[in-house]
């Protein structure tokens, strides 16, 4: 199984910050990746597909790279509502594997 | 406009029974691969069961296989999860989610299973 982890696990950063998280993979998964935003309650979102392609709707402030066994998802000027956990998705084979998720809260 | 609505949820004692349904409307559901994704309170995502157009190909999390059973009917444009052997890390939201392999991703608002004696 492929596993996924996330760093960090949280950080805190002040509106305007640019942020910074990683997803790395077990074993290589060409671009088939996603980013998944979640606030509480709600169901989560998807951001960014096929690694870095952005998500039709979404704030042109986030932005994902990477390729292989790393990825990169990139906000570069926080506002309010970005503040949220944030999970990769593998999908590249069975069984899909989240990222463990990162929060980001308000500093 | 795409919907996905979830059902069945509740509180079931450890080694029961428990069905969930989501509902699909909004596009061609036959066409379309389906998951389970699940979240225990105040944990991460965890991909449950995917099923395939036709029903070819189905898999499983470890972590559910032999106790769920994942089943979609495509004349009643919805979609199953079985769970039986129920245990207390079961406990979550359970999402179904229209084949996040595409582009475009869709998913419903979840049910809750608590699994508590």
């Known amino acids: 199984d492929i596993q996924m982890t996330q760093s960090p696990s949280s950080l805190s950063a002040s509106v305007g910050d640019r942020v910074t998280i990683t997803c790395r993979a077990s074993q290589v998964i060409r671009n088939d990746l996603g980013w998944y935003q979640q606030k509480p309650g709600k169901a989560p979102k998807r951001l960014i597909y096929?690694?870095?392609s952005l998500q039709s709707g979404v704030p042109s402030r986030f932005s994902g790279s990477g390729s292989g066994t790393e990825f990169t998802l990139t906000i570069s000027s926080l506002q309010p509502e970005d503040f949220a956990t944030y999970y990769c998705l593998q999908h590249n084979s069975y069984p899909f594997t989240f990222g463990p998720g990162t929060k980001v809260d308000i500093k | 406009e795409v919907q996905l609505v979830e059902s069945g949820g509740g509180l079931v004692k450890p080694g029961g029974s428990l069905r969930l349904s989501c509902a699909a409307s909004g596009f061609t559901f036959s066409r379309y691969s389906l998951q389970w994704v699940r979240q225990a309170p105040g944990k991460g995502l965890e991909w449950v069961a995917s099923?395939?157009?036709?029903?070819?190909?189905?898999y499983y999390a470890d972590s559910v296989k032999g106790r769920f059973t994942i089943s979609r009917d495509d004349a009643e444009n919805s979609l199953y999860l079985q769970m039986d052997s129920l245990r207390t890390e079961d406990t979550a939201v359970y999402y179904c989610?229209?084949?996040?392999?595409?582009?475009?991703?869709?998913w419903g608002q979840g049910t809750l299973v608590t699994v508590s004696s």
């Open positions: 099923i395939s157009y036709r029903s070819t190909y189905i």
């Open positions: 096929a690694a870095s």
């Open positions: 989610a229209r084949d996040i392999t595409l582009i475009v991703d869709y």
